[in-house]
């Protein structure tokens, strides 16, 4: 079974920062593009940003400029850092690797 697991979440100030980090078997991370999405009850799933193999990196509108991906493939990790973060960014968090997906760890943005 693929396991990916978030860490990093967290109750922030508006303009504040958090890092998640999120681990991904070696075999997928150098097979399989990662991508980050924001869930908000109620809502559908919003896709962040996607970091490919090569380390090609795309970015949603609402997070451009603010949030950064990167990966670490001797940590099997990928990182979005989040930067000038703001009260519609939160939510919980998921990575997804292929078809599988973390369990997401929640940032909430407040003052």
């Known amino acids: 079974q693929v396991q990916l697991v978030e860490s990093g979440g967290g109750l922030v100030q508006p303009g504040g920062s958090l890092t998640l980090s999120c681990t991904v078997p070696g075999s997928y991370l150098n097979a399989y593009a990662t991508g980050w999405y924001r869930q908000v009850p109620g809502k559908q799933r919003q896709w962040v940003g996607t970091?490919?193999?090569?380390?090609?990196?795309h970015y949603g509108d609402s997070v451009m400029g603010r949030f950064t991906i990167s990966k670490d493939n001797a940590r099997n990790t990928v990182y979005l850092q989040m930067n000038r973060l703001r009260p519609d960014d939160t939510g919980l968090y998921l990575c997804n690797v292929h078809t599988h997906w973390g369990q997401g760890t929640q940032v909430t943005v407040t003052s």
């Open positions: 970091i490919g193999t090569t380390g090609s990196i």
